[in-house]
């Protein structure tokens, strides 16, 4: 296998990420190269990358939807497939929306959709300290706020029946199923972010069954999800109180599925 020196050339950074497996190998040694202030620092990053460390955990950042997202060691990183997901929020959010991006890892779902609505009131929560850490460091510029605790728990009262749009991009790995992960995740990304208990849909039913109580009349709860799992988790938001309507969106292309729920208007009576 190719060795890095202190003098390291991009053919050189090329042929070690290559003969490590990393099928990008020209693109990835331009992200490295490009950010690595020194040759020492360049050639740690290479050495990491190649040991087979998320490339967004040595960089220190990931792109998402358009944007620059800052990522720390062992925090999820935020995949380009659940962009569908903001896109579909956004065309749900009215302007200086609420949104709650919950289970956030980096914060970058909530931050791409902030920035898509314009004058969101922002809200980030990760039970992960990690996670919330790197959080708050994406959503300060935006005026947001992160949070550490046990979902819902972790929200301020105030937001009780205010939020417009809750983003919860929960873990929906089967326990069963963490093994079979590309080792890039399994390895180097927080177990809680990744494992959704025996059918992957313990955080999601935990999720739905008290959405309604933080959701503003009409708001949405967005979540995303495998194939196999959309009637499982459509039951899950139909059986949780509120009286919620339930649709799925799907794109091919990134192989992404989301489930849109919306909350029920209340009745309006009229007396004559």
Known sequence: M????????????????????????????????????????????????????PLEHVLGWAEFAGLRVA??????????????????????????AVVVDLCCGTGALGVALARAA???????????????????????????????????AALPEQLRGRVDVLLANVPYVPTGDIPLLPPEARLHEAALALDGGPDGLAVLRRVTAEAAEWLAPGGSLLFETSTRQIPDAVRAVEAAPGGFTARVAACEEREATVVLATLALPRVVIRR
């Open 2 to 53: 190719p060795t890095l020196t202190s003098t390291t050339s991009f053919p050189g950074i090329v042929s070690v990420l290559r003969a490590a497996g990393c099928v990008f190998a020209e693109d990835e040694a331009s992200l490295l190269t490009s950010t690595a202030r020194t040759p020492a620092e360049l050639a740690a990053m290479v050495s990491r990358r190649a040991a087979g460390h």
């Open 118 to 152: 314009g004058g969101a009131e922002l809200h980030a929560a990760d039970l992960d300290p990690a996670a919330v850490r790197c959080a708050r460091r994406n959503v300060a510029p935006l005026g947001g706020r992160a949070w550490e605790g046990d979902l819902y």
């Open 71 to 96: 990522v720390d060691e062992g925090v999820f990183v935020p995949r380009r497939r659940t962009e569908f997901l903001v896109e579909q929020a956004a065309a749900l959010a009215p302007h200086g």
